[in-house]
């Protein structure tokens, strides 16, 4: 009998998450990547003036990130440690061009590419990014959860 209920119970949990994300409409999806987008596009806005609190402000307290330059994913303390870096290095000049985006339930995922001309400290570079940015919904408002950029690879 255990068995059954909690089998019952599975079953209940997955319908309910399959009839959360299938309730969103294409509206509702274009309103949700718009929003996330001019959160995405406001973090290299400030980024480019030195400035991550902007970024930090908008992830959730379970944040992992993978930078290109680590070897590993860190957590949240890692990227307040980035933030401290950032501080005055505000040369870098970038644009940013979305990909695609998915959607389901409370969970999104944007994929962008940003091209660098110039690092933070002012250098000249010829760079390019994939990125990919999980965002969670937590209350009314989209946090940042996940995310990896890597340097765009010849193809």
Same mark, same amino acid.
């Given at each position: 009998?255990?068995?059954?209920?909690?089998?019952?119970?599975?079953?209940?949990?997955?319908?309910?998450?399959?009839?959360?994300?299938?309730?969103?409409?294409?509206?509702?999806?274009?309103?949700?990547?718009?929003?996330?987008?001019?959160?995405?596009?406001?973090?290299?806005?400030?980024?480019?003036?030195?400035?991550?609190?902007?970024?930090?402000?908008?992830?959730?307290? $379970?944040?992992? *990130? !993978?930078?290109?330059?680590?070897?590993? +994913?860190?957590?949240?303390?890692?990227?307040?440690?980035?933030?401290?870096?950032?501080? *005055?290095? $505000?040369?870098?000049?970038?644009?940013?061009?979305?990909?695609?985006?998915?959607?389901?339930?409370?969970?999104?995922?944007?994929?962008?590419?940003?091209?660098?001309?110039?690092? +933070?400290? *002012?250098?000249?570079?010829?760079?390019?990014?994939?990125?990919?940015?999980? !965002?969670?919904?937590?209350?009314?408002? !989209?946090?940042?959860? *996940?995310?990896?950029?890597?340097?765009?690879?010849?193809?």
């Amino acid at each position: 009998m255990l068995t059954f209920t909690r089998s019952l119970t599975a079953a209940f949990l997955t319908l309910s998450l399959c009839a959360s994300a299938s309730a969103q409409t294409a509206d509702e999806k274009t309103e949700i990547r718009d929003a996330i987008w001019v959160k995405e596009q406001a973090i290299y806005v400030n980024r480019a003036q030195g400035d991550l609190e902007y970024y930090v402000q908008n992830t959730s307290l $379970n944040y992992v *990130g !993978w930078p290109p330059s680590a070897a590993k +994913p860190l957590p949240l303390t890692g990227l307040k440690a980035d933030a401290k870096r950032m501080v *005055g290095q $505000n040369k870098e000049k970038l644009t940013m061009e979305f990909t695609d985006f998915a959607l389901s339930g409370n969970t999104a995922v944007i994929y962008y590419t940003n091209k660098r001309s110039v690092k +933070p400290d *002012g250098t000249p570079v010829d760079e390019t990014f994939e990125n990919i940015h999980v !965002w969670t919904r937590e209350g009314a408002d !989209w946090k940042l959860v *996940g995310a990896m950029s890597r340097h765009q690879p010849k193809r």
